[in-house]
């Protein structure tokens, strides 16, 4: 099993439509969560740490389920500009400190 | 200021080269750290240096030598390559506080890349 998976994609959405793209982790001690954007050809940036409390950014909303060992992200109000490549990120601690763990990534392609 | 640079942004290098990868930052960071990227694959981590000293080698092989000469400046030589290491090159920085220990969410800034190719 790997240490982070993510959904296989590709999604491919219109304009204005809502989002999911989930991502579960093995390693309950993990300790940071993240998800990145990586467009083609570019360094992934980042788009939002997760907290357990959830985090909302404009159209973006990420969760972190900690019992479940789950991630998400909700994207609104789908923008053309947001096709990219979705990567969940996990970091560990003590043992792994420092050692981030990528997902394969989830493609999104939103269409006018 | 989030910026990470990386030079050069493009290198064609034959087998039985050597060549190095550069990276800078200036946040203050004290935790860098090399990936490889292959196409359609995600980043994959080779070395982390933590406080300038080497934390984490992912049994990386020895034709790669990272070398962090200061906490701003990191460095990837490379010597006697294979066709298949040709892949883009990322470097990265930290804060570095996971790496004492401290729980955090110790965000990682990436640069663009030095996209390799081996003849």
């Known amino acids: 099993r790997k240490e982070v998976e993510q959904d296989p994609g590709p999604f491919n959405v219109p304009e204005g439509a809502t989002v999911a793209f989930n991502c579960t982790y093995s390693?309950?001690?993990?300790?940071?969560f993240f998800w990145y954007r990586q467009d083609c050809r570019k360094e992934p940036k980042l788009l939002m740490s997760?907290?357990?409390s959830g985090n909302e950014d404009g159209r973006f909303t990420a969760q972190l389920n900690r019992a479940s060992q789950y991630i998400s992200l909700l994207i609104r109000d789908s923008k053309l500009s947001d096709s990219a490549t979705y990567l969940c990120?996990?970091?560990?601690?003590?043992?792994?400190?420092?050692?981030?763990?990528f997902g394969d990534g989830t493609t999104l392609t939103v269409k006018p | 200021d989030t910026e990470v640079t990386q030079t050069p942004k493009h290198l064609v290098m034959g087998m039985t080269n050597k060549k190095s990868l550069k990276c800078e930052q200036h946040?203050?960071?004290?935790?860098m750290y090399w990936y490889k990227q292959k196409a359609k694959k995600p980043p994959e981590l080779m070395f982390v240096?933590?406080?300038?000293?080497?934390?984490i080698n992912e049994s990386v092989p020895s034709r790669f030598s990272p070398e962090c000469p200061n906490s701003s400046l990191l460095n990837l030589h490379l010597h006697a390559l294979q066709p298949e290491d040709s892949a883009l090159y990322l470097c990265?920085?930290?804060?570095?506080?996971?790496?004492?220990?401290?729980?955090?969410?110790?965000?990682?800034?990436f640069g663009p890349g030095t996209r390799l190719t081996v003849l």
């Open positions: 990120v996990v970091t560990g601690i003590n043992t792994n400190a420092g050692k981030s763990t």
């Open positions: 997760v907290y357990s």
């Open positions: 990265a920085s930290s804060q570095g506080a996971a790496l004492r220990g401290q729980p955090s969410t110790d965000t990682q800034y």
């Open positions: 240096y933590s406080y300038e000293k080497l934390s």
């Open positions: 946040m203050g960071h004290r935790a």
């Open positions: 390693n309950s001690a993990s300790q940071s």
